[in-house]
C-alpha cells in the first residue's frame, strides 16, 4: 500500500556531508510524523530525528547542530541534511512514516534503509 524509496547514503571522510531523502508513495491520504532512525553494527536503532506535521522538530542529542530534518509535503518526501560527519554516525539510516493510507488504520511504515558510512 505504501513504498519509500531511500536515497543518499554513502561513504564520506569525516567533517563531511550528505543529505538522505525518503519519498513515499501510494494511495496516502496523509503523513503526520516522520521520522529517521539509525542502526549501528551490535546497537539498538535509534531515533536521530523526527518531524511532526505542525513542523516541530525533535533530535537526538549527539546530533543536535549538525543534522536537519525537514520534509516535502507535496511531494511526501522527508530530508535528513548531515553535516560534519563523524565516524560514530556510521549506520544504517531507516526513514519511517506514520501515515494514513486510504481505507486503512493511521500506521506505521518504514523504508528499506540507506548505508551511511563516515572514515577517512
Known amino acids: 500500500q505504501v513504498q519509500f524509496v531511500e536515497s543518499g547514503g554513502g561513504l564520506v571522510q569525516p567533517g563531511g556531508s550528505l543529505r538522505l531523502s525518503c519519498a513515499a508513495s501510494?494511495?496516502?491520504?496523509?503523513?503526520?510524523?516522520w521520522g529517521w532512525y539509525r542502526q549501528a553494527p551490535g546497537k539498538q536503532r535509534e531515533l536521530v530525528a523526527n518531524i511532526a506535521s505542525s513542523g516541530s522538530t525533535n533530535y537526538v542529542d549527539s546530533v543536535k547542530g549538525r543534522f536537519t530534518i525537514s520534509r516535502d509535503n507535496a511531494k511526501n518526501t522527508v530530508y535528513l541534511q548531515m553535516n560534519s560527519l563523524k565516524p560514530e554516525d556510521t549506520a544504517v539510516y531507516f526513514c519511517y512514516g506514520q501515515i494514513w493510507v486510504s481505507g486503512a488504520p493511521i500506521r506505521g511504515y518504514w523504508g528499506q534503509g540507506t548505508q551511511v558510512t563516515v572514515s577517512s
Open positions: 501510494g494511495s496516502i491520504t496523509s503523513i503526520f510524523t
